[in-house]
């Protein structure tokens, strides 16, 4: 059964940067079925795609953040990670990593998600 | 960008009850990048439907969807305790991905 877990600090400082790894396991991240994405929701609001990667390192990102996102991928590991530079306190959320489906005729959709971790952003 | 617009914000029904859920699109959407996802609180979302019709692996057959271009349809044709939750549809186009703000089902 595919597994996902992200992991990082639970609390940053505004204008530092946020930095979230998934750790991917029960099966392989170099797959060319899928890309990992990143999604976050901010505490009682709705879900917002930050952005996704394949592992051949091709990324794509909401143009909304996309000057301050980093999404890179270490296949060794079998992880992808999230770096979100000068943060505020909008940016506050769970953040969730989740493998996305890009093969077939029914794609982009979001099929395995990990359980979320809150990052709060404040001094 | 598209803008997801889903309707009823809160929907109170009964268990046993029929219940349907709206998602609206600023532009055409390509059926077969819509889904919907439930969310239940302290939970991750969960996949139910891809494709804009087709069930994901495990989910029972109570819940269906349906729609094209700008209207798609979630329905649940009778509410069980567990299906009290958060309704999420999403949609990819033009290389990104949005979702919908969501509905609501609660308790009656």
């Known amino acids: 059964q595919l597994q996902l877990q992200e992991s990082g600090p639970g609390l940053v400082k505004p204008s530092d940067t946020l930095s979230l790894t998934c750790t991917v396991s029960?099966?392989?991240?170099?797959?060319?079925?899928?890309?990992w994405g990143w999604i976050r929701q901010p505490p009682g609001k709705g879900l917002e795609w930050i952005g996704s990667?394949?592992?051949?390192?091709?990324?794509y990102h909401n143009p909304s953040l996309k000057s301050r996102v980093t999404i890179s991928v270490d296949t060794s590991k079998n992880q992808f990670s999230l770096r979100l530079r000068s943060v505020t306190a909008a940016d506050t959320a769970v953040f969730y990593c989740?493998?996305?489906?890009?093969?077939?005729?029914?794609?982009?959709?979001?099929?395995?998600w990990g359980q979320g971790t809150l990052v709060t952003v404040s001094s | 960008e598209i803008v997801l617009t889903q309707s009823p914000g809160t929907l109170s029904l009964s268990p046993g009850e029929r219940a349907t859920l709206s998602c609206r699109a600023s532009q055409s959407v390509v059926s077969s990048y819509l889904a919907w996802y439930q969310q239940k609180p302290g939970q991750a979302p969960r996949l139910l439907i891809y494709g804009a019709s087709s069930r994901a692996t495990g989910i029972p057959d109570r819940f269906s969807a349906s729609g094209s271009g700008t209207d798609f349809t979630l329905t649940i044709s009778r509410l069980e305790p567990e299906d009290f939750a958060v309704y999420y549809c999403?949609?990819?186009?033009?290389?990104?991905?949005?979702f919908g703000p969501g509905t609501k089902v609660d308790i009656k």
């Open positions: 989740a493998r996305q489906m890009v093969r077939g005729i029914l794609r982009y959709y979001f099929d395995y």
């Open positions: 990667i394949h592992y051949g390192g091709t990324t």
């Open positions: 999403q949609q990819y186009g033009s290389s990104q991905f949005t």
């Open positions: 029960g099966g392989s991240i170099t797959s060319s079925d899928y890309y």
